[in-house]
């Protein structure tokens, strides 16, 4: 392993609401090599999106604030670039697929225009070739009528065919990585299978490192080679993906494994972490999961410890570390 | 009438069918049709029993929240019609429709588009309460934190404003604004779709919960195939407009008839990294097809395995197989002994 293509470390950006500071992201550290995928899951708020928006520098500022950390990208500090230089490294060499394809997706434009933007700006073509471009990469996502689609405005498009025109905006300059938030959460399956085929061929033509972020744990078993879980801000544990199925060594992980309906198996109930997402403003001292542990015990008001429970498998609870002493 | 009177929802051949172009007023004065059309509903017969559910999946654009919104009367069908408890709601004018809407709400797909972002939750999920209910001050404000509690958002938000949750929160905001005023009938459109597992678990097992205690009967649309086959008594998968198959939940998983029932099973992921390593799938080959041009005959024949000449040419009908196991192929026979998905299965 050389230098990793993206190295985060020790991230901390806060949203400062009414209600005081919300530590979205809070110490959060992982490596990425060129190349490989990286699957991160978990609770919804529990700052998967606010890493990924971090790392584009696309945090919203005010109310939120990149307050620590450094976001290495081909050994260079992302978050020491000026405005202009991080514009010119976003879209091409890094580019985003949103969780919700309306929130980049400008109504009032049709298809045609939003897409030729990209590759006038970043490729430098002229309108005729971007259009042409433009065409191709519709139709290599699977917009049926492409060539006639494309002068339609983004309303007139179903919710999954909007999500597939922004895999072409993302893929039409060839990132060297790719952060795709949930880019498969509204689509059906076989959609689903040909977008996931569709990372899997760009990333294997172009060596495009991905940060896949999901809540299917179904869909990182097929795509991660590594996994991060988040839960309120931190990555409580990350392992290769193999690892972290056959042996998940945190509750939380061990929670939300069972907690997935089996085709095969007729429940009435399905078995269900308790209680609420945590309240972001107001988290416990401790274990932000303690609230919803079965295992929480008296350690737990304490900050776990991240250990080593397996090879590169690491996770953040105070029974592993019991565990660990006492192996 | 309906013939199936004991159905909550029956929908009889109903079409929706947007029009592509604009007619111009003289066109429309001359009875002109628009030249092309989005035949996004193309003749759907279905019924949903008092206190059922009934999944509905299909491909993106295949027209389930077309369907579920031509149900609550959203969209005007083209053509056919639809009964609630045998009340014609095609038929309605909008005050006598308006009376129905307490009685059939609607969970949205986009948990970000249907909020109002200048609204806070509590008066969003108190606004459909006061239309409706007289509850005001202290007692709307209790309601609302209920439903707040059971739709497990912390009640502490409740002055809180739609961009301040993450995409998941707010789904919940939208599931109690329709909860809101006690319905019948809910459609949920994608309700768990931006909804990490844990909760959808308790989502899940809050409509089941809400279903046997309230009777509440449900059209649940999902592309998340495990997630429809725990919470559906039937399962009607759509292509291009049209059912392709209906049938009781487990049955249509342990025995799936039509080929594209049977890709989409094989499609669904798999939470274990060795199965998924190892699995074959149905992978569909070619394009959606374009419901401005739906194919000729079996709108499915451009992407069928199966696919023969005389699928190009007729259409085949939605049919019982016994049982209640409805499906649209012709050669059922020779999709359930396998023969041409296998050969061609990746
Ligand atoms: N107002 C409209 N004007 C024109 N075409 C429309 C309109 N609404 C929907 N359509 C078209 O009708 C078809 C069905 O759309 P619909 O939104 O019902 O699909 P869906 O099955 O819900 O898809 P998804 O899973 O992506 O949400 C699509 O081709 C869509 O582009
Ligand atoms: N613009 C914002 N203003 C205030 N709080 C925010 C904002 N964006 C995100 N947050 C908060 O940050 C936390 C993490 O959010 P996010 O990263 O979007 O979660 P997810 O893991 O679902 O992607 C949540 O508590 C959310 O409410
Ligand atoms: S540290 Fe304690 S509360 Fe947190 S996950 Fe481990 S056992 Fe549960
Ligand atoms: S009718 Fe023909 S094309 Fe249609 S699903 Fe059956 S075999 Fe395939
Ligand atoms: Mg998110
Ligand atoms: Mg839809």
Redesign the interface.
């Known amino acids: 392993m050389g230098t990793p293509l993206l190295s985060v470390r020790n991230l901390q950006t806060s949203f400062f609401t009414r209600e005081g500071e919300v530590r979205s992201v809070d110490d959060v550290s992982f490596d990425l090599e060129a190349g490989q995928t990286l699957g991160i899951v978990g609770e919804s708020g529990s700052g998967k999106s606010v890493t990924s928006l971090s790392i584009m520098r696309l945090i919203p500022t005010p109310p939120g604030r990149i307050k620590g950390g450094q976001v290495l990208f081909g050994g260079q500090d992302l978050l020491k670039l000026s405005d202009r230089q991080m514009r010119a490294i976003r879209g091409k060499r890094i580019a985003m697929i949103f969780q919700d394809p309306m929130s980049s997706l400008n109504p009032f434009l049709r298809i045609a225009r939003q897409l030729t933007e990209i590759s006038e700006l970043h490729l430098g073509l002229d309108r005729r070739a971007a259009r042409r471009r433009a065409i191709e990469m519709l139709e290599l996502v699977g917009i049926p009528d492409a060539a006639r689609r494309i002068d339609d405005y983004p309303h007139q498009f179903s919710g999954g065919m909007r999500q597939r025109v922004m895999i072409a905006m993302a893929l039409s300059c060839d990132p060297q990585l790719l952060i795709a938030d949930e880019p498969t959460t509204a689509l059906d399956v076989t959609i689903q299978a040909q977008i996931l085929e569709l990372i899997k061929d760009l990333r294997e033509r172009l060596g495009t490192a991905v940060i896949l972020i999901t809540h299917d744990l179904g869909v990182v078993a097929g795509m991660a080679d590594r996994v991060a879980v988040m839960y309120a801000g931190k990555i409580v544990e990350s392992a290769p993906t193999d690892s972290l199925f056959a042996r998940p060594a945190h509750p939380y992980t061990q929670g939300l494994l069972r907690s997935m309906p089996d085709p095969l198996q007729e429940v009435a109930e399905l078995y269900q972490i308790p209680g609420l997402p945590p309240d972001m403003t107001r988290l416990p001292p401790g274990c932000a999961f303690a609230p919803r542990c079965p295992h929480a015990a008296e350690p737990c008001s304490q900050p776990p410890e991240t250990v080593a429970v397996g090879a590169a498998h690491r996770s953040a609870c105070w029974l592993n570390v019991r565990s660990e002493t006492r192996a | 009438m309906p013939e199936n009177v004991s159905s909550l929802i029956a929908v009889r051949d109903v079409k929706v069918h947007f029009p592509l172009d604009s007619v111009g007023s003289l066109g429309r004065l001359l009875g002109r049709p628009p030249a092309r059309v989005v035949k996004a509903i193309d003749g759907v017969t279905l019924d949903i029993q008092p206190g059922k559910t009934l999944g509905l999946?299909?491909?993106?654009?295949c027209g389930k929240?077309t369907l579920g919104r031509a149900i609550l009367q959203l969209v005007r069908p083209t053509a056919g019609r639809i009964f609630f408890k045998g009340t014609e709601l095609t038929g309605l004018n909008a005050r006598q429709l308006q009376q129905m809407r307490r009685r059939m709400q609607m969970v949205f797909?986009?948990p970000?588009?249907s909020l109002n972002p200048r609204m806070t939750v509590g008066d969003i999920i108190a606004e459909p309460i006061e239309i409706f209910e007289p509850l005001r001050g202290e007692a709307l404000r209790r309601r609302v934190q209920e439903l707040m509690r059971t739709v497990?958002?912390?009640p502490?938000?409740v002055k809180r404003y739609p961009h301040?949750?993450?995409?998941?929160?707010r789904q919940r905001i939208g599931i109690a604004r329709a909860l809101a005023v006690g319905p019948e009938f809910i459609v949920a459109d994608?309700p768990i779709?931006?909804?990490?597992?844990?909760?959808?678990?308790?989502i899940?097992?809050l409509l089941?919960q809400l279903r046997r205690e309230l009777g509440l009967t449900t059209l649940f649309i999902s592309?998340?195939?495990?997630?429809v086959?725990?919470i559906s008594d039937r399962v009607a998968v759509m292509y291009l407009g049209k059912l392709v198959e209906v049938a009781d939940s487990?049955e249509i998983?342990r025995r799936p008839l039509h080929p594209y029932t049977q890709?989409?099973?094989s499609?669904?992921?798999?939470?274990?990294?060795?199965?998924?390593?190892t699995r074959r799938?149905i992978?569909?080959t070619g394009?959606?097809?374009?419901p401005?041009n739906p194919p000729t005959g079996c709108r499915f024949h451009t992407r069928c395995p199966y696919a023969q000449e005389r699928c190009r040419a007729e259409e085949p009908p939605l049919v019982d197989t016994g049982g209640g196991h409805q499906a649209a192929c012709f050669l059922l026979e020779e999709v359930s002994s396998g023969g041409a998905a296998r050969d061609s299965a990746a």
């Open positions: 999946v299909g491909e993106s654009g929240s797909q986009d970000y588009a497990s958002l912390n502490a938000f301040e949750f993450s995409g998941g929160q994608e779709a931006a909804l990490d597992v844990s909760i959808q678990a308790q899940l097992n089941s592309h998340d195939l495990r997630a086959r725990h487990h998983y890709a989409l099973i499609a669904v992921p798999v939470p274990d990294p060795a199965v998924e390593k799938r992978v569909l394009d959606v097809p374009s401005i």
